[in-house]
């Protein structure tokens, strides 16, 4: 789904055109190149530009230089901001909330926002384009469709806007939300950063302004256990009561409950245990062992690991299959090239399973869904295993005339390089890999860096570069498959 496409049509282009600016920070563009990148007319894209310098004040935009483009870089805090602006100036996000979401009818939504019939058609055909890629109809000015998908799609859409600022939606169901995420933080002892709340009220919203328009969750994810009903008795109850606003929704809010708590539970804000419908999630269970087993097959993972690595495992997949939530920052591949050579074989293998394994398959992933799912995996990993289980450590000997002190002080500061695998030695011995000092060791016949003074941003980075290029050469020596 193009999200910019529930801007307006001129706030649409103006966005690509900034976009377009960012990707070319620091590097020379003319307004001629600027034409055929947007597709634009030298007339629209001459407005644009000035528009985003009224818009943007800090972007410094000029063509005065021989056509020649300049503008200070354009940072991600300056898109969002102008996404947001957009957004909320936008008739046809306004639609897509107020009527599509909360249900106002036709005649209300024009009635308050002063349009004609015909602008008010156009506005609702616009949006349904949009809509019909994630193959949702509409009836009747409802959102039809999978209930869980439905929810994913308003989640991203929304989270692409106004994430990390206050929802658009109307002030009783603004307060509806808090009151429930109040008592779900209250209750629980929930201990949750900023972000986590954001990601939770909106959730929250969007449950509570379904289940009011009766649109439920025909499916039972999953049962609490026992232990979890003692504990929890009270609260889940309370729960299941704030979720119901009418009596006769009372038999089917349980599945809502259940519903909810497992995105606490996948989300890691709650550490719950849950016994997950089998008929619905053994593929997802045993995909999560799957890749556990792969790892181990190829990684010395010990016992307590295992279990760890799975739980999170299962959380990841079980999120994906549920809550296919899109939008996310970590969609971009650049970074698979960092990974592929600090952690060959672990890339490896993660971006086998991601492209064969058949359930997988099965869902139909986006690229932005695979590489999610591919940071999601690397950084469990990551998180859990010790770097030296992961590969042979890349031996350093580190020796200064400067004494000991100094000597134990780069040493110290390499522990910032942990993630590259390095081991420190006592001894210089034939296993030394690069030899750290001042001055040259004259019989080491392996890499050597000297550093006459303490190193500078410069230094450690070519250290870094050195250490990746041995880890290359170690891979090319001990591949996985």
Excluded at 416 to 426: C, E, G, H, K, S
């Amino acid at each position: 789904m193009e999200y910019l496409d529930f801007l307006e049509d001129e706030d649409h282009d103006r966005l690509k055109v900034l976009m377009t600016l960012q990707s070319y920070n620091d590097q020379y563009l003319t307004q001629k190149r600027l034409i055929e990148l947007t597709g634009l007319s030298k007339f629209l894209l001459e407005k644009y530009l000035k528009e985003l310098n009224q818009d943007c004040p800090e972007l410094g935009l000029s063509d005065e230089l021989y056509d020649e483009l300049t503008y200070h870089p354009i940072s991600n805090d300056t898109i969002q901001k102008t996404q947001h602006i957009y957004a909320q100036r936008s008739l046809k996000f306004r639609f897509f909330i107020e009527v599509l979401i909360e249900e106002k009818t036709l005649n209300k939504f024009q009635e308050e926002q002063h349009i004609a019939k015909t602008t008010l058609y156009q506005i609702r055909t616009k949006v349904l384009n949009c809509l019909k890629q994630e193959k949702i109809v509409i009836k009747k000015n409802k959102m039809i469709g999978p209930e869980m998908h439905v929810r994913s799609i308003i989640f991203d859409i929304i989270s692409y806007f106004y994430f990390g600022e206050r929802y658009p939606f109307s002030t009783e169901s603004r307060s509806d939300a808090k009151q429930l995420l109040n008592l779900l933080i209250s209750y629980f002892s929930l201990d949750l950063t900023f972000f986590q709340k954001q990601k939770l009220s909106l959730f929250i919203h969007i449950i509570q302004l379904r289940i009011k328009n009766r649109h439920i969750i025909n499916e039972n994810l999953c049962a609490v256990s026992e232990t979890t009903q003692q504990m929890y008795h009270r609260q889940l109850r309370t729960i299941e009561q704030a979720l119901a606003p009418a009596a006769d929704l009372t038999s089917e809010v349980f599945k809502e409950s259940h519903y909810l708590l497992t995105f606490l539970f996948v989300s890691e804000m709650l550490e719950l245990d849950l016994q997950f419908n089998k008929e619905l999630f053994s593929q997802t269970q045993s995909t999560a062992q799957e890749l556990l087993t792969s790892l181990t097959l190829h990684f010395p993972v010990k016992e307590l690991q295992k279990k760890e690595l799975y739980d999170s495992f299962l959380k990841k997949l079980l999120c994906l299959s549920i809550f296919r939530q899109s939008y996310t920052t970590f969609v971009d591949t650049a970074a698979y090239r960092y990974f592929a050579e600090v952690y060959s074989s672990l890339h490896r293998l993660i971006l086998r399973f991601i492209r064969k394994e058949h359930f997988l398959s099965s869902l139909e992933l986006s690229k932005n869904d695979q590489a999610k799912l591919y940071y999601d995996i690397m950084f469990t990993v990551l998180s859990v295993l010790e770097p030296v289980q992961l590969g042979k450590p890349i031996n350093i000997y580190i020796d200064f005339s400067h004494g000991a002190a100094y000597t134990e002080y780069i040493c110290q500061s390499l522990q910032r390089f942990r993630d590259l695998n390095i081991a420190v030695q006592t001894r210089f011995n034939n296993d030394t890999q690069i030899v750290l000092s001042d001055y040259r060791l004259r019989k080491a016949t392996c890499q050597q860096i000297v550093w006459k003074q303490p190193p500078t941003p410069s230094d450690w980075a070519k250290f870094a570069d050195i250490v990746i290029e041995l880890r290359e050469k170690e891979n090319e020596k001990n591949t996985l498959f």
